[in-house]
């Protein structure tokens, strides 16, 4: 949980949180946070994989995803995408 609350601290702790976070956020949390890890029991590895699927059901959307890729692209501090495929980037670019 305490990832979770981190993300959203990170978004909501701004008045103005910018949405080329998001990807960032997603992917910390759905790669690393929330990955499977050799000693979690069986629950916890259930669980940990209805959060991540929630997590990437929520942004699924072809436009959603295009939306969210130009936002990193325009921000200065994530312009050179780097949780993207050379040819990933091509495209936003």
């Known amino acids: 949980m305490k990832p979770l609350n981190e993300a959203a ?33 069986p629950l916890l590895a259930d669980l940990k994989g209805l959060a991540r699927n929630a997590l990437r059901n929520a942004y699924d ?21 780097p949780f993207f495929s050379k040819e990933e980037k091509l495209n936003v670019q």
Request: no cysteine; proline share 7%.
């Open 9 to 41: 601290d990170t978004l909501s702790g701004d008045p103005y949180p910018s949405v080329s976070l998001v990807l960032p956020l997603l992917f910390k949390l759905t790669q690393v946070n929330l990955a499977e890890a050799a000693d979690d029991s």
């Open 61 to 81: 959307r072809e436009d959603t995803q295009q939306l969210l890729q130009m936002a990193m692209y325009l921000d200065p501090r994530l312009k050179r995408l």
